[in-house]
T-cell receptor
Framework: QKEVEQDPGPLSVPEGAIVSLNCTYS??????FMWYRQYSRKGPELLMY????GNKEDGRFTAQVDKSSKYISLFIRDSQPSDSATYLC??????????????FGQGTILTVHP | GAVVSQHPSWVICKSGTSVKIECRSL??????MFWYRQFPKQSLMLMAT?????????EQGVEKDKFLINHASLTLSTLTVTSAHPEDSSFYIC???????????FGSGTRLTVV
């Protein structure tokens, strides 16, 4: 079993839709949770980060972390064609072998069509 | 914001030759740099972690003699793929951090093609 599981999609939605992206994980040592966006043949760029459980909102993006269920989500409101990319969840811990190292999900390919 | 520059962005080399990829943190000192490999439509797989002035720590299954990592300063790390073979063709990405829990900045990646 992978430490981080993410549905690879692909996911295709119309412009303006609400997009929900999810990851589950098994390592209880993970404390930092991040979402990255990656365009084709580019490095990932950080979208959102959350420490421990809770919600965080930034513009059209909302990140949620439920540590009790080992489940994290990213919601994109009013999706735009420019949001079309691969979205990767990533996690790291504060102690032990997970300290300082990011573990990525497989990535979800999102296409927003006009 | 933090910027990481990675060069070259793409390279083609002949089988058996070596290729060096550079990763620089432009506006901050990176205590740790990471090297990842990414195959098409797959996620990033961590290859190794390097701290300035010390030997890199390689992940299980990564050949340290094939993928040489040097982290000579707080702003520069290099990955050298030695005696490259076609199966080494991939997208290589570096990342640098100041040590904060979420502060990872990625380079733009290097597409290596070995012919």
């Amino acid at each position: 079993q992978k430490e981080v599981e993410q549905d690879p999609g692909p996911l295709s939605v119309p412009e303006g839709a609400i997009v929900s992206l999810n990851c589950t994980y098994s390592n209880s040592a993970f404390q930092y949770f991040m979402w990255y966006r990656q365009y084709s043949r580019k490095g990932p760029e950080l979208l959102m980060y959350t420490y421990s459980s809770g919600n965080k909102e930034d513009g059209r993006f909302t990140a949620q972390v439920d540590k009790s269920s080992k489940y994290i989500s990213l919601f994109i409101r009013d999706s735009q064609p420019s949001d079309s990319a691969t979205y990767l969840c990533a996690m790291s811990g504060s102690v032990g072998t997970s300290y300082g190292k990011l573990t990525f999900g497989q990535g979800t390919i999102l296409t927003v069509h006009p | 914001g933090a910027v990481v520059s990675q060069h070259p962005s793409w390279v083609i080399c002949k089988s058996g030759t070596s290729v060096k990829i550079e990763c620089r943190s432009l506006d901050f000192q990176a205590t740790t740099m990471f090297w990842y490999r990414q195959f098409p439509k797959q996620s990033l797989m961590l290859m190794a972690t390097s701290n300035e002035g010390s030997k890199a720590t390689y992940e299980q299954g990564v050949e340290k003699d094939k993928f040489l990592i040097n982290h000579a300063s707080l702003t520069l790390s290099t990955l050298t793929v030695t005696s490259a073979h076609p199966e080494d063709s991939s997208f290589y990405i570096c990342s640098a951090t100041t040590g904060m829990g979420y502060g990872y900045t990625f380079g733009s990646g290097t597409r290596l093609t070995v012919v």
